[in-house]
């Protein structure tokens, strides 16, 4: 890799044109699907520039996904650090269970306005197959989800749903069958069905435009805490929290605050078994720059460039590359990017729901892990916004296994 | 001048008045030494060029069969650097018959363009195939390989559109190489009559011999392919003979050369045949 790219006054302001974020994200894909990527980055940009698909997507998110979600002061969390004030944004009352949907909202009205009649996805903890399933299903459009074969087996209840909503799930037993080989088998799926299909990928990964568009669709998280936040406190957070796993989420509420450089911007990557260990799925803290689905990114890779398994609780952030817009984010240290291991986010899974009667899901529990630290970077009289990702319930059964309980 | 290796191949084919055969095998496939005896066989047993795979973890664009190839070759500890050796041993006993590298991009940027096409002409290889660098994202590659003289091969299918074709023409030297289906390797069959078409426009837009790949498994269909187009690529079918000689415990060597020798045979005795009919 080049050396990082020097920072720039407006970090908003990209990608470039080639859906470049300094070094990383770019088009890497087949030539097959090159003029279908352009064909999208065109939808796209008429798309966003076009008031009445603002309006139709803004009406759904109102009245179908139940936005805006609640800004909440979470004083007994608060209370247990005994330092900054903890908000929590509660992405979990989504309909369905996390901000997935909100990236699936957007992607579904694109792909009727491009004409297309059939929806594959890709997914990991199943809560972006289940987002799709449900968009497809509102919109009466057929959809097949690739999910690995283990995430099958560990996230179930998803599965169900699922069905239930009229999805094919597809279980992709190939390589490490998790989410990375449900994503090549997406792609596989998309290059076969190059005229009818479209791709609606669950993160802010994968070629250009899509770390743009997801990243552009889940901006409303961010775009609503500003707002909530200037409400409660009148004034701006010190902090905002996010995990890790494509980055969706995470950048959904950095990038409406990626110009006030007085807020600091964390977010945290699953560090599995521990970094030491080696089984992790931290591919900033863990791995180096390189090309796998489409973009230039950090990835976990052996020395020869073959890509690695990456290892962690949580289905949703078992991948090993990130989104280009946060290795850029790193490189430029606008961001921070921390860790947490399977068992730290464990312990902060329990701690919310006794403090605060809230089952986060196990990926937003491994931003919760590092709440200590960032409590204590931000001092006595700071503000700290945490992205509460997804409900716990889809994972009731793996933090059982691990407590060693049966239910 | 590795280049010239392609080019001479093709003018002495083009004398001959018939299409190249094309052979696809992974690299170190079962391993090492039989993926080396399997090279050295190639020629002899009809193909005019060959392809070498070289293995990744997360071959997007191919089905089953190469998936499963290339699993196997990374298994045995394939690398890189071992398919590079591997190529200089077979220059050792073969100095004209051109090979091309086939794989994506990671492997490739891990070790870096410019040391890698340092390498690669070194070892003799000629030309390369990225099926995951589009020509939106191959100027720094394309420089790389040409301070060596390697030729880039771009790839054109059937969703390349005129204008697409030009611009991938423009960075692409030694054959054109058409993908004969929108779809993965091994699965979807190509056809000879669709084809036709998209390989004189694919010849018009570079002016280059044109090559058929992608979705050609059996003699009769590589047989129609040699009579549309300069050259036949078959890979899948060749890798599904590694699989199958290890499934019923037969010689791998044996078994994809005389899968070779049988396409090869029909693709030299493609066109005189069209000629008697
Ligand atoms: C609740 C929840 N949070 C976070 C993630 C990680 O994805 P991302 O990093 O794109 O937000 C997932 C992925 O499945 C998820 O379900």
Same mark, same amino acid.
């Given at each position: 890799m080049n050396a990082p790219s020097p920072a720039p006054n &407006? %970090?908003?302001? %990209?990608? &470039? +044109?080639?859906?470049?974020f300094g070094d990383y994200g770019g088009r890497y894909v087949p030539e097959t699907l090159m003029p279908l990527v352009h064909e999208l980055d065109a939808a796209y940009r008429a798309a966003k520039a076009d008031p009445a698909f603002q309006a139709e997507l803004s009406s759904f998110l109102t009245h179908?996904?139940?936005?805006?979600?609640p800004l909440y002061f979470a004083e007994r969390l608060t209370q247990h650090y005994g330092g900054a004030k903890i908000y929590l944004?509660?992405?979990?009352?989504?309909h369905t269970g996390s901000h997935k949907i909100n990236n699936c909202m957007g992607q579904i009205l694109l792909a009727r306005r491009m004409g297309k009649t059939r929806i594959i996805a890709e997914t990991g903890a199943g809560q972006h197959g289940v987002a799709s399933a449900t968009v497809c299903a509102r919109f009466g459009l057929p959809c097949v989800v690739y999910m690995g074969a283990v995430d099958v087996e560990r996230q179930k209840p998803n599965v169900f749903r699922m069905n239930l909503l009229g999805a094919q799930v597809e279980a992709v037993t190939s390589g490490s069958a998790t989410l990375k080989d449900a994503m090549n088998e997406a792609l596989r799926d998309w290059v076969t069905n190059v005229h009818d299909t479209y791709y609606m990928i669950?993160?802010? +990964?994968?070629?250009?435009p899509y770390p743009e568009m997801v990243r552009d669709f889940q901006s409303v998280i961010g775009q609503e805490v500003r707002e909530q936040m200037m409400a409660a406190e009148g004034r701006l957070p010190d902090a905002v929290v996010a995990c890790v796993g494509g980055g969706s989420n995470a950048i959904g509420i950095f990038h409406p605050f990626?110009? &006030?450089?007085?807020v600091r911007l964390y977010g945290v990557e699953a560090a599995g078994e521990g970094m030491d260990s080696g089984r992790h799925a931290a591919a900033i803290n863990g791995g180096r720059p390189g090309v796998l689905h489409g973009n230039m990114t950090y990835l976990l890779q052996d020395p020869e460039g073959q890509i690695t398994e990456a290892h962690s609780i949580s289905a949703g952030l078992d991948y090993p590359g990130i989104g280009p817009e946060h290795s850029w984010l790193h490189d430029v240290g606008r961001a921070t990017y921390l860790t947490a291991t399977d068992q730290d986010s464990l312990e902060a899974f329990t701690l919310l729901a006794q403090l605060e009667g809230i089952l986060p899901a196990i990926e937003s529990a491994h931003a919760l892990a590092r709440l200590p630290e960032v409590v204590k970077d931000v001092g006595k009289d700071g503000i700290v916004v945490l992205?509460?990702?997804?409900?716990g319930d889809k994972d009731v059964a793996t933090v059982a296994a691990h407590l060693g309980r049966t239910i | 001048m590795t280049k010239t290796r392609i080019d001479a191949r093709f003018a002495a084919l083009k004398a001959e008045g018939r299409a190249a055969f094309v052979a696809y095998v992974m690299a170190g496939d079962p391993d090492y030494a039989t993926g080396l005896e399997i090279l050295k066989g190639l020629p002899g047993a009809g193909a005019d060029l060959i392809e070498v795979g070289f293995p990744f973890?997360?071959?997007?664009?191919?089905?089953?069969p190469i998936q499963r190839a290339a699993l196997r070759a990374l298994n045995k500890g394939m690398t890189l650097s071992k398919t590079l050796q591997m190529i200089a041993a077979f220059r050792q006993v073969d100095q004209t018959t051109p090979i091309v590298l086939m794989g994506y991009a990671n492997p490739l940027i891990n070790r870096g363009f410019e040391t890698f096409a340092r390498d690669a002409a070194a070892a003799g290889a000629d030309g390369l195939i990225v099926v995951d660098i589009p020509p939106e994202e191959a100027d720094p590659l394309a420089d790389a390989l040409d301070a060596e003289q390697l030729s880039l091969l771009l790839l054109s299918t059937p969703t390349s559109d005129d204008a697409r074709l030009k611009i991938i023409l423009k960075? !692409?030297?030694?054959f054109a190489y058409y993908?004969?289906?929108?779809?993965? !390797?091994?699965v979807k069959e190509a056809d000879a009559a669709t084809v036709a078409p998209h390989v004189e426009r694919v010849r018009a837009a570079g002016g280059l011999p044109v090559c058929v790949g992608f979705g050609i498994k059996t003699p009769e269909r590589a047989a129609a392919v040699a009579r549309v187009a300069d050259g036949v690529v078959v890979g899948s079918a060749l890798v599904d003979e590694v699989a199958e000689a290890l499934a019923v415990n037969e010689s791998v060597t044996a078994r994809v050369l005389s899968k070779v020798n049988s396409l090869a045979k029909a693709v030299r005795s493609a066109r005189v045949e069209s000629l008697t009919v």
């Open positions: &407006d %970090y908003s302001a %990209y990608p &470039d +044109a080639q859906g470049r179908y996904v139940g936005r805006p979600s944004k509660r992405e979990e009352l989504n669950g993160t802010a +990964a994968g070629m250009h990626l110009n &006030d450089e007085g992205n509460l990702s997804g409900r | 973890s997360d071959p997007m664009a191919e089905g089953p960075r !692409t030297s030694g993908v004969s289906v929108a779809g993965v !390797t091994g």
